[in-house]
């Protein structure tokens, strides 16, 4: 193989350590490193306990330099960070001047390090010692860079003993560390193994000057972020590094760790970061973060409800060393026992569910901090963060953010005259984008509400007018099918309609439309929409129920077993299963004719926009019930007449064929259920708009 070529390197850094006062520090050699430290000082006796030492880093593959200076921390414990001037460390470290100039005899070696292959890589570092820090890709990268992407624990752990702690520290083309690459892959046992040999690690900075810590937040690596966030020295991070760590952590779902940066900083709760974002701004955009129904079941929202959880600071008492490594070793043991168990006994779902719901009380303990923070301030500065770069009220009003709203207005009542730069309140754009929960907010004001209900748009827009405008495309796909989509919106113009003065039914836009004028030119596609839907539905529920109503038909003439030459009646006629039969035969016919009778209905209806509201809906749900009683009452009656021919004969068979004909019942009810349950909770439910307790702001 051919020699490793020598590396050029040569890069200053300012890094932490700890030297012992003296006169001068003369040049000295290190042993096996090759690590040599001469002082940069010429004064004899310096009055500053820092002392600018270089080190020069020698061996197979090159040299490089780099100016130490001591750190001004004496312990590894992490104090209460409060945002202090950074300490000088710059974001790149023993980067090469020059590229690889051959690749090829590092692809063996690349190999082993992505497939974790230590033994074929051992061979390689006894023959080529240089190798451990060699730059193998195009990249720039060392087969520990590539090791730690590929979280290979074991390659890790023995690569790191055969390397320096400088070498650790070697950054890619993109300056990225190592620990960077570990911190992206969310492994935090690697992670452990790199900053136990260097410690400072944790402060080199990746590319575009990120920290690992800052690397591990953006991709949502829970227990990685607190890892690292223990083992970072503080006094290197700018408050502008916790303002983008905290947004980074709030984007990524990580609340507790966002929490307990804001309660050691509160002051951060009103600072903006790199996008002009508060923390307001960001949770205002999440409102996943605070809702208690987004994909639960009945069961799943009972435990949610009943199940108490309690807010904990988990780090309260961050800090490196042994004692460190044991809370975290008894914590993976506590856990993993726990969550063995919770699989046992079949709870795997309800630890989800709590889970999520410890998060919305992190996320809704985020916001009540951030706005703490921002009551402070005089009303012209509340003002200006609210407006500017976007307005977390009005966003949060537009996406639902319904937990988010009343926890602002609790505290500053003022929020509910607030209006954008069209002049609209919150609850006009909760009408624009069928926000109910946020409309239904405006009960709660009293007589305010006819106030705010008055306010017009610039194009001379009531709340009315916005009402019968379409909904947009995510709020309408809320319900299944055109017909239904027709009939909330018909809801929602009803409803708003009953709010607001009498004037304003007729009052007219900027281009002289009343609201019901402007209701029928938006919804006059999704009208055509829901004839054709309602009109594909009927047809195909009515051949069914055609096809039910013309074989029951037949079968009450060709009775099973046959009739009576003599008498012409029924030779098992008073068989318990034959009245069974006869019985189902005709609840089946009859109600496959009603059935068809109201698809039929449906299909010669005029379609008017009022005929969505509650004619056409209920039509179609007594034709789906009649159907589905029909289907379930035909196979029914099936049964009855197998156990008449074959049930003296061969008993047995009886089991198998009920649990045959039991499975189009099952998957009728399964495939049609929710479609009929949207239809008669909107149609006779408590209705969307119900005023309940929980919608209460005071």
Same mark, same amino acid.
């Given at each position: ?11 200053? $850094?300012? !890094? ?36 600018? #030492?270089? @080190? +020069? ?15 001004? !921390? ?8 409060? /945002? ?51 730059? =193998?890709? *195009? ?106 760590? $905290? ?15 804001? %309660? %050691? ?28 129904? !987004? ?33 975290? *070793?008894?914590?993976?043991? =506590? ?45 012209? +500065? ?36 607030? #209006? ?73 113009? *009803? ?14 836009? &900027? ?61 098992? $006629? ?16 009859? &109600?496959? #004719? ?21 004619? $056409?809906? *209920? ?12 289907? /379930? ?15 003296? %004969?061969?008993?047995? @068979? ?42 209460? !702001?005071?």
């Amino acid at each position: 193989m051919e020699n490793i070529p020598k590396l050029q390197l040569e890069r200053t $850094l300012s !890094i932490p350590t700890c030297f012992p006062q003296r006169n001068s520090v003369p040049s000295t050699t290190a042993t096996s490193d090759g690590i040599s430290l001469r002082n940069s000082s010429n004064n004899t006796r310096s009055s500053s306990p820092q002392h600018a #030492v270089t @080190i +020069q880093f020698n061996h197979g593959i090159g040299q490089a330099e780099a100016t130490v200076l001591p750190s001004p !921390i004496q312990n590894e414990s992490v104090s209460r960070p409060t /945002a202090p001037a950074p300490q000088t460390l710059p974001t790149s470290f023993l980067r090469p001047r020059t590229k690889p100039i051959n690749l090829t005899m590092y692809a063996p070696l690349c190999q082993a390090a992505l497939g974790g292959n230590w033994e074929k890589a051992r061979k390689i570092f006894s023959l080529h010692p240089d190798a451990t820090s060699a730059r =193998i890709t *195009k990249g720039w990268e060392t087969a520990l860079h590539i090791a730690a992407g590929a979280n290979k624990v074991q390659f890790v752990e023995e690569l790191v003993k055969l390397m320096s702690p400088l070498e650790l520290a070697l950054q890619n083309k993109y300056e990225n560390t190592a620990l960077c690459f570990a911190a992206a892959s969310g492994l935090t046992r690697i992670a452990k193994v790199m900053v136990m040999k260097n410690r400072f690690l944790p402060m080199v900075r990746g590319s575009k000057g990120v920290t690992p810590l800052h690397m591990a937040a953006l991709l949502g690596h829970r227990e990685m972020v607190w890892y690292l966030y223990s083992v970072t020295d503080h006094q290197y991070l700018s408050k502008e590094d916790y303002i983008s760590l $905290l947004t980074a952590t709030i984007n990524s779902n990580l609340f507790d760790v966002a929490l307990h940066i804001l %309660q %050691q900083m509160p002051e951060l709760g009103i600072e903006r970061d790199q996008n002009e974002d508060t923390i307001l701004h960001v949770l205002a955009r999440k409102p996943l973060a605070f809702s208690d129904k !987004i994909g639960f079941g009945i069961w799943q929202r009972l435990v949610y409800a009943y199940v108490s959880v309690h807010l904990q600071n988990r780090s309260s008492n961050i800090s490196s060393g042994s004692t460190e490594k044991h809370n975290t *070793k008894a914590y993976l043991i =506590i856990t993993r026992v726990i969550q063995h168990l919770l699989k046992t006994i079949g709870m795997e779902r309800v630890r989800k569910v709590l889970e999520t719901k410890l998060m919305h009380l992190q996320a809704l303990e985020l916001v009540k901090c951030s706005w703490k923070e921002v009551l402070l301030l005089n009303d012209s +500065q509340i003002g200006n963060l609210l407006r500017s770069p976007s307005r977390p009220l009005f966003v949060a009003a537009e996406l639902g953010n319904f937990e988010f709203i009343v926890e602002l207005i609790q505290s500053y009542p003022d929020l509910i005259w607030k #209006v954008d730069e069209e002049s609209r309140s919150i609850f006009h754009i909760a009408v624009i984008h069928r926000q109910e929960k946020i409309y239904k907010l405006i009960y709660n004001i009293g007589s305010h509400k006819d106030i705010i209900t008055s306010y017009k748009s610039t194009n001379n827009e009531n709340i009315l007018h916005l009402a019968a405008k379409l909904a947009p495309t995510n709020r309408l796909g809320i319900v299944s099918g055109a017909a239904l989509q027709m009939q909330r919106e018909l809801l929602w113009f *009803k409803e708003v309609e009953t709010i607001v003065q009498a004037s304003y039914k007729e009052m007219r836009d &900027s281009r002289g439309r009343t609201p019901g004028m402007l209701f029928t030119e938006e919804h006059k596609e999704l009208v055509k929409e829901g004839e054709k839907w309602m009109k594909e539905t009927a047809s195909s529920c009515m051949l069914v129920a055609a096809l039910i109503t013309t074989v029951m038909f037949a079968a009450i003439f060709t009775v099973p077993g046959g009739n009576n030459n003599d008498t012409g009646t029924a030779i098992f $006629l008073k068989e318990k299963a034959f009245i069974i039969f006869s019985m189902m035969d005709a609840l089946a016919l009859f &109600s496959s #004719v009603i059935s068809i009778l109201m698809f039929l209905s449906i299909l010669t209806s005029r379609y008017a926009e009022e005929d969505f509201l509650c004619t $056409l809906p *209920k039509r179609l749900i007594i034709g789906f019930i009649t159907l589905f009683v029909a289907i /379930a009452a035909m196979l029914v009656a099936f049964c009855s007449s197998f156990f008449i021919v074959l049930g003296h %004969q061969m008993a047995w @068979i009886i089991i198998p064929v009920a649990a045959l004909a039991s499975i189009p019942i099952t998957l009728f009810a399964f495939l049609q259920f929710p479609l009929l349950a949207d239809m008669i909770t909107s149609s006779y439910g408590s209705g969307i708009f119900t005023f309940t307790s929980k919608d209460t !702001i005071y």
